[in-house]
């Protein structure tokens, strides 16, 4: 007589994915693995989600069960349900998010012969709402320290399985995280039992890249203002009425942590003639060594630097006193980022704390490459970050609003006044 293998439950969050969660629970609970539990807090959705519930309920019976109640915070829900698992291997997936084939066999798998180790996981890949793979999502095996989440997570949250056990030592989710609280639960793991974290190299779940219209938290701006790291964030932002006026940093390609230091020291020695040098290969262009900032549409090459540096620098004076009046408004403000490959954790934090000293109602909206080298950041101040894919041989997506999800993924999360849009997109500068 065989024995059959030990449980495993899957918690799942929900809300208003009624087109996507039929799909999440079926990747779950048809598996070949043959004893998992599902079990769904559900945000107190409106739309068809517990419809298909009740529905899959006569395919599953027990093996499918939620707890639906609106108000609540996702890692409060989350948490609840959590609580209710039985089984020593847990796994979490977010409704829209696919488990792969052998997922829970590998999971069980690993802990059989790994029984030292409290987590495991393994690689991830972005899909599309049609499901279509999009690109690998940015994994690491474990480093040697919880520092490394500092530069972003490298960890494909729907990949992860852990033993019941963990939570009687770290702890749950942390219920005053709006977001993030799944890279602080890992931070927290990787301190407490940094050689008992286990990884596979190979593909366990697809995280899709999805657009939530019930969004809930739609923040009205009264400023939407790009901070780089080049010059499409101004532009699009152009385009579509969201840029009100030219600001310092719509034409610069631009690091981060050089923004923020910018913004602190008042932009101090910015057209400091010994900081500034041309581009060898494109002598157009101009660069300031300290600060990282590099003028693009400034500088033309029939002149020095010397002879331009009056007229840019009234530019661009005018330009950062309009900024300041814009942080010094006590209106709400959105900073718009194009990351690149070199922002950390650590950058936005610090610019976060640069833009405490003058104001605490802002938000950061970031985009970032959908590449290998593509982070997530945890950065309490970023209420969204979207992915987009480079144009062909380019190392950017320059007409990143063209992607009708892009677009959404924006206007759902964003509350600006029409009549502002309407006013802004007759602007010239």
């Given at each position: 007589?065989?024995?059959?293998?030990?449980?495993?439950?899957?918690?799942?969050?929900?809300?208003?994915?009624?087109?996507?969660?039929?799909?999440?629970?079926?990747?779950?609970?048809?598996?070949?693995?043959?004893?998992?539990?599902?079990?769904?807090?559900?945000?107190?959705?409106?739309?068809?989600?517990?419809?298909?519930?009740?529905?899959?309920?006569?395919?599953?019976?027990?093996?499918?069960?939620?707890?639906?109640?609106?108000?609540?915070?996702?890692?409060?829900?989350?948490?609840?349900?959590?609580?209710?698992?039985?089984?020593?291997?847990?796994?979490?997936?977010?409704?829209?998010?696919?488990?792969?084939?052998?997922?829970?066999?590998?999971?069980?798998?690993?802990?059989?012969?790994?029984?030292?180790?409290?987590?495991?996981?393994?690689?991830?890949?972005?899909?599309?709402?049609?499901?279509?793979?999009?690109?690998?999502?940015?994994?690491?095996?474990?480093?040697?320290?919880?520092?490394?989440?500092?530069?972003?997570?490298?960890?494909?949250?729907?990949?992860?399985?852990?033993?019941?056990?963990?939570?009687?030592?770290?702890?749950?989710?942390?219920?005053?995280?709006n977001n993030a609280f799944d890279i602080e639960l890992w931070t927290r793991l990787f301190k407490e039992f940094p050689k008992q974290i286990g990884f596979m190299n190979e593909v366990l779940a697809y995280k899709r890249i999805q657009i939530n219209e019930s969004y809930d938290v739609k923040v009205q701006y009264d400023y939407v203002?790009?901070?780089?790291?080049?010059?499409?964030?101004?532009?699009?932002?152009?385009?579509?009425?969201?840029?009100?006026?030219?600001?310092?940093?719509?034409?610069?390609?631009?690091?981060?942590?050089?923004?923020?230091?910018?913004?602190?020291?008042?932009?101090?020695?910015?057209?400091?003639?010994?900081?500034?040098?041309?581009?060898?290969?494109?002598?157009?262009?101009?660069?300031?060594?300290?600060?990282?900032?590099?003028?693009?549409h400034d500088f033309d090459i029939e002149r020095s630097i010397e002879e331009q540096i009056g007229d840019v620098k009234a530019k661009y004076n005018r330009r950062i006193a309009r900024f300041y009046n814009i942080l010094n408004s006590n209106k709400r403000i959105l900073?718009?980022?194009?990351?690149?490959?070199?922002?950390?954790?650590?950058?936005?934090?610090?610019?976060?704390?640069?833009?405490?000293?003058?104001?605490?109602?802002?938000?950061?909206?970031?985009?970032?490459?959908?590449?290998?080298?593509?982070?997530?950041?945890?950065?309490?101040?970023?209420?969204?970050?979207?992915?987009?894919?480079?144009?062909?041989?380019?190392?950017?997506?320059?007409?990143?609003?063209?992607?009708?999800?892009?677009?959404?993924?924006?206007?759902?999360?964003?509350?600006?006044?029409?009549?502002?849009?309407?006013?802004?997109?007759?602007?010239?500068?």
């Amino acid at each position: 007589m065989s024995i059959s293998p030990p449980l495993i439950s899957v918690v799942m969050y929900s809300f208003n994915n009624g087109h996507y969660v039929d799909a999440s629970i079926k990747s779950v609970l048809d598996q070949s693995y043959p004893t998992c539990e599902l079990i769904i807090a559900d945000a107190g959705s409106t739309d068809n989600t517990l419809c298909c519930l009740n529905k899959l309920k006569t395919v599953y019976g027990d093996r499918l069960r939620w707890v639906s109640e609106s108000g609540l915070s996702q890692a409060y829900a989350i948490n609840q349900v959590l609580k209710l698992t039985t089984a020593s291997i847990i796994g979490w997936i977010n409704a829209g998010d696919l488990y792969a084939k052998r997922s829970l066999s590998v999971a069980y798998l690993y802990f059989k012969t790994h029984p030292k180790s409290f987590m495991f996981y393994g690689g991830g890949e972005y899909i599309d709402l049609q499901g279509n793979i999009m690109g690998l999502y940015p994994t690491l095996a474990p480093p040697e320290s919880e520092q490394a989440f500092q530069k972003g997570c490298f960890i494909c949250q729907p990949s992860v399985f852990v033993r019941r056990h963990i939570f009687d030592n770290v702890g749950f989710l942390n219920e005053n995280l709006n977001n993030a609280f799944d890279i602080e639960l890992w931070t927290r793991l990787f301190k407490e039992f940094p050689k008992q974290i286990g990884f596979m190299n190979e593909v366990l779940a697809y995280k899709r890249i999805q657009i939530n219209e019930s969004y809930d938290v739609k923040v009205q701006y009264d400023y939407v203002v790009p901070i780089g790291s080049f010059c499409s964030p101004a532009y699009e932002l152009k385009r579509l009425g969201y840029r009100s006026a030219s600001l310092p940093f719509d034409w610069v390609f631009c690091q981060l942590h050089g923004v923020a230091k910018l913004i602190e020291s008042n932009f101090e020695d910015l057209f400091n003639l010994s900081y500034l040098e041309r581009d060898i290969n494109n002598p157009n262009i101009v660069r300031h060594i300290v600060y990282k900032f590099i003028f693009v549409h400034d500088f033309d090459i029939e002149r020095s630097i010397e002879e331009q540096i009056g007229d840019v620098k009234a530019k661009y004076n005018r330009r950062i006193a309009r900024f300041y009046n814009i942080l010094n408004s006590n209106k709400r403000i959105l900073f718009f980022r194009y990351s690149d490959d070199l922002d950390s954790n650590a950058d936005y934090e610090y610019f976060v704390n640069v833009m405490q000293k003058y104001t605490i109602n802002f938000g950061i909206y970031v985009l970032s490459n959908l590449n290998n080298r593509a982070r997530s950041f945890s950065c309490e101040k970023i209420i969204f970050q979207d992915f987009v894919v480079k144009d062909a041989d380019d190392s950017v997506c320059r007409y990143f609003f063209n992607s009708s999800a892009v677009v959404k993924n924006f206007e759902a999360r964003i509350g600006y006044s029409d009549q502002q849009r309407k006013s802004n997109l007759s602007f010239k500068k």
